[in-house]
């Protein structure tokens, strides 16, 4: 198998990701689309791995630190929004702008 | 720089006299030292103890030793040297001041150097207490400077600058009391007058430097009389203005009559200024031009002489009529210059020079007497004098000795000097004015008689308790007194005639007569003049009842009036001259002043002002200040835009991050 | 082989249709439900990758664990269940799309350009190998990212600590 469609899958994945990054207002929703960013990144490791026949498979141990990065990130964010909407009732990201000028 | 001066003539004149040597050099000192010893007492006087006097004291002193000194000198061997310090030029007139040591200046030296002395010691005494006594020294010891400077003077223009000084002086002295108006005004009065009659001076100088092209004075009179035709074609008009001049100084009629006024100065300043320094300056110029008058000028003399006549009348009988002790002895002292200056004008050098040496020193006396006198009752006025010669007899003493001399009576110094007087008048021919002259001598008398019986005799009138003043004050009398007995013997025709050699000690030969023995016609009229004055005034005063009544025994009612309104001079010049003055001159000129000259200023302050605020607006506040404002509004305004770009918003901050990645990687990918 | 490639064709548009909907849909389930999907076809991925110790582990971490804390993040701050229009910023779409599809075209020139191998098969990674190097020459790194779990484990628990005192009854 050629490698170029799994690369452009994972560079559609990413771009996917950012799209709703930007766009979306909730902010679980975000924190939805940065998964996407990362499992896009999780492809491209893997593909990597495979396509050079690592005998170290340092492409699927990285995904594996990867993954669990992601994993405490997930829970030190939620824990965040939930803060976040203890104190304002809302989980919409445009109320969030205490850093305005 | 200094030269001693050797032109040829020196050869003419008097054979035997010496250039004074190392000491006339010297002489500089007298004329400088009183000018530094006036700035220290202005700014170290009020630290002494003696509040500035000793300083004045010591100067005046050293004055006196010096002038002492050079007449010894003058006396012995004969001194005439000049001295001058060229310091410029004006076209083609040099510019020069020097000092002159000669016979007439020796004597002038001595007369200030020894009434200065003890009017100085007798001001320290009777100034105690006074207001601004410091200030009065240090005018006292300028006035003493600026005398100095006037009779050393060897050019003209010296000459001028010591005339004017001594006026300047003489009104800060005049007006030392100004808190009251009328002393202020007659210290303007007596400036004012001096002034007017200046202005004859300075034409007179100036006519005599253009025609002579030279403003030293002995060369002037040297081409006076060596018959130079530039100068002999004004030389009566010089003649007349110079005269003019010495009208004002010395107060000869009609410009007497600030003298009087100026008797409302403290006494040791009439003393000193008004009886033996000050108003002789006009008789020291008249002296000093002598050879010129001579020479070139005689018709000159005939006015001279006129006025001096008018003068020694029309005074002595104002002074009949005065209350005032002090304005008795101005108006004496008015007469007496007249005396001097008709004898002037009948060509006697001498005896003008020699009545001027004695009535230095014994209307000084008579001055500083009245001042003692004044001292012991506060008033001036003789109304409130009387019987004084109990509680004052030094005063008293003193006084009447001044009286006797002033009066002309032998052997005392009056009678010598006036005697020569009638002598020259009697022998020019001037039987009119002999006879005025005469009967002046019988006026004087009269008059000062009047004063001592109405000061000293009868009942004292007043309300105080006076006493005799202090040996401060009363030995200066004394030595004046030895003065007034000695000082006529100095020059006794036939006998010893050591003063005509002093006084005509000069480069310039002075030719004039020198009698060979006493002049008994007038003798005999003086001397009887001068006893029927002292025996009539007596009679009326003392003999006929009390002395106050005595003035309504002679009184003789419009005469009278005229007397004492002074020949209503005063009201003429008020209402002709002062008043169109004060109202039409005055204020042309404060229109001038105010419309013209002070518009000029006013519209330069307004241009400034206006220049200054375009600068303002427009290149300050509207340029630079602008320019900052612009600099950092615009930052200010760019910083609020830029401001907006941080909205606290997350996703767009991604969206700028994620745009700059875009350009970044788009640059590179297709740039590299 | 042009069966494997056929599939992995279909898996791969298949990723990205499904990922398309986690952004797009307006109702949080759908989003979080579609998230399962992207991840379960990730999983299939790496099977065909020959990375079977990876698959598992997404399927079990991350979908087990992950997307459950997601359903429980969105239950939490009581995000509107079932279709709300308000989901969608609307005024960052348009650039939001631009951006991304720049960023897909600058990535995917760039991944195009650079690579064109092929992928080696192979009949799948021991596991037994993985864990020997990830505990042999790797170990520093796993030691650091257990203590990173740690840390966020007693971030998180610290975070969303409540205070009875200050704690209302409408709040969780």
């Known amino acids: 198998m050629s490698v170029q469609p799994f690369l452009i899958a994972a560079a559609g994945l990413f771009s996917i990701g950012i799209y709703g990054i930007l766009v979306r207002r909730n902010v679980v929703m975000v924190l939805l689309s940065i998964e996407l960013i990362l499992n896009a990144v999780n492809i491209n490791f893997v593909v990597f791995n495979a396509m050079l026949g690592d005998a170290l498979l340092q492409g699927q141990i990285f995904t594996i630190f990867i993954i669990t990065i992601a994993a405490a990130e997930v829970g030190i964010g939620l824990a965040i929004v939930l803060m976040l909407f203890r104190n304002r009732k809302t989980a919409n990201i445009d109320e969030f702008d205490l850093l305005k000028w | 720089m200094v030269n001693i001066n050797s032109i040829s003539f020196l050869a003419e004149g008097k054979a035997t006299y010496t250039d004074g040597g190392a000491v006339a050099e010297y002489t500089w000192l007298i004329v400088v030292l009183p000018f530094l010893a006036a700035l220290l007492i202005t700014f170290f006087g009020k ?130 009391y100004w808190e009251k108006k009328e002393n202020s005004s007659a210290a303007m009065k007596a400036f004012i007058t001096n002034k007017i009659a200046d202005v004859g001076l300075m034409i007179g100088i100036i006519v005599l430097a253009l025609s002579t092209g030279t403003m030293r004075i002995s060369e002037i009179l040297y081409q006076s009389t060596h018959d130079y035709q530039s100068l002999k074609s004004v030389a009566y008009l010089a003649g007349v203005l110079l005269f003019i001049g010495a009208m004002g100084k010395s107060a000869q009629f009609p410009l007497h009559v600030w003298l009087p006024d100026a008797m409302a100065g403290p006494t040791p300043v009439s ?144 009678f010598f000097s006036k005697d020569e007087i009638l002598a020259s008048l009697n022998h020019g021919g001037y039987s009119a004015y002999f006879a005025i002259a005469v009967a002046g001598a019988f006026i004087t008398a ?127 010049y008020f209402k002709y001259i002062i008043n169109p003055t004060k109202s039409t001159l005055s204020n042309i000129v404060d229109r001038f002043n105010t419309n013209i000259l002070d518009r000029a200023v006013n519209m330069f302050g307004t241009a400034a002002t206006f220049l200054g605020n375009i600068v303002y607006e427009k290149f300050d506040q509207g340029g630079i200040d602008k320019a900052l404002n612009v600099s950092s509004s615009s930052t200010d305004a760019l910083g609020a835009r830029v401001k907006l770009l941080q909205t606290g918003k997350a996703q767009q901050y991604i969206m700028y991050f994620l745009s700059g990645v875009i350009v970044i990687s788009l640059l590179i990918l297709l740039v590299l | 082989m042009e069966a494997l490639d056929i599939i992995s064709y279909f898996l791969l548009l298949g990723l990205l249709l499904v990922a398309v909907k986690v952004v797009t849909t307006s109702n949080v389930i759908h989003a979080a439900i579609s998230l399962v999907f992207t991840l379960a076809i990730t999983a299939a991925t790496f099977l065909l990758l020959s990375a079977e110790f990876v698959a ?117």
């Open chain 2, 47 to 176: 630290f002494l103890p003696l509040k500035g006097a000793e300083i004045a004291l010591a100067t005046i002193g050293f004055i006196f030793t010096f002038s002492s000194y050079l007449l010894y000198l003058n006396i012995t061997e004969g001194v005439a040297s000049e001295f001058f310090i060229n310091v410029g030029s004006i076209g083609s007139f040099d510019l020069e001041f020097g000092w002159v040591v000669d016979g007439l200046s020796i004597m002038m030296y001595f007369v200030v150097g020894t009434v200065a002395s003890l009017v100085f010691i007798y001001a320290t005494n009777y100034m105690q207490g006074e207001v601004r006594y410091t200030f009065f020294f240090t005018s006292l010891t300028l006035f003493a400077g600026s005398m100095l400077v006037l009779v050393s003077s060897p050019t003209l223009l010296q000459l001028l600058i010591g005339w004017e000084l001594v006026g300047v002086c003489s009104y800060l002295l005049i007006g030392h």
């Open chain 2, 271 to 414: 003393a000193l200024m008004h009886a033996a320094t000050m108003v002789t300056a006009g008789v020291y110029l008249l002296a000093r031009m002598f050879p010129f008058y001579q020479g070139m000028a005689s018709q000159a003399l005939d006015v001279v002489l006129l006025f001096g006549v008018i003068t020694l009348f029309a005074a002595g009988l104002i002074a009949i009529v005065q209350d005032d002790l002090k304005k008795v002895l101005a108006y004496s002292t008015v007469s007496q210059l007249g005396y001097m200056v008709a004898a002037i004008g009948s060509g006697a050098y001498t005896a003008a020079l020699f009545h001027l040496w004695t009535h230095a020193f014994f209307k000084a006396l008579l001055f500083l007497g009245a001042g003692s006198v004044i001292h012991a009752v506060h008033s001036n006025s003789m109304k409130e004098m009387g019987g004084l010669r109990k509680e004052m007899p030094r005063t008293y003493t003193t006084f009447i000795l001044g009286t006797i001399a002033l009066a002309g009576l032998p052997p005392l110094a009056g």
């Open chain 2, 446 to 572: 009269f008059y000062m008689t009047r004063a001592v019986v109405l000061t000293f005799f009868g009942d004292y009138r007043g309300n105080g308790h006076p006493h005799e003043s202090d040996s401060m004050m009363t030995t200066p009398l004394i030595v004046l007194a030895g003065f007034a007995i000695t000082a006529g013997w100095v020059n006794i025709p036939g006998i010893y005639t050591g003063f005509t050699d002093w006084v005509t000690t000069r480069k310039n030969p002075i030719v004039e007569y020198h009698p060979e023995s006493f002049d008994y016609f007038a003798l005999s009229s003086g001397l009887l003049a001068g006893l029927a004055g002292i025996g009539l005034a007596y009679y009326v005063y003392q003999v006929l009842g009390k002395p106050e009544d005595g003035d309504e025994k002679i009184k003789v009612e419009p005469v009278w009036n005229i007397l004492e309104n002074k020949y209503y001079l005063d009201d003429f």
């Open chain 3, 56 to 172: 598992l582990v997404i399927v079990l971490v991350y979908i087990g664990a992950v997307i459950v804390l997601f359903l429980f993040g969105i239950m939490i701050t009581r995000a509107p269940l079932g279709q709300n229009a308000e989901l969608d910023n609307d005024k960052n779409k348009s650039l939001a799309l631009v951006v991304s599809l720049s960023i897909f075209g600058i990535f995917s020139y760039v991944m195009l350009d650079t690579f064109d191998s092929q992928i080696i098969i192979t009949s799948g990674t021991s596991t037994e190998l993985l864990g020997e190097i990830l505990l042999s020459r790797f170990v520093f790194p796993f030691e650091v990212v257990s203590f990173v779990l740690l840390a966020a484990l007693i971030g998180g628990i610290t975070l969303a600590r409540q205070d009875n005192a200050l704690m209302d009854e409408n709040q969780i």
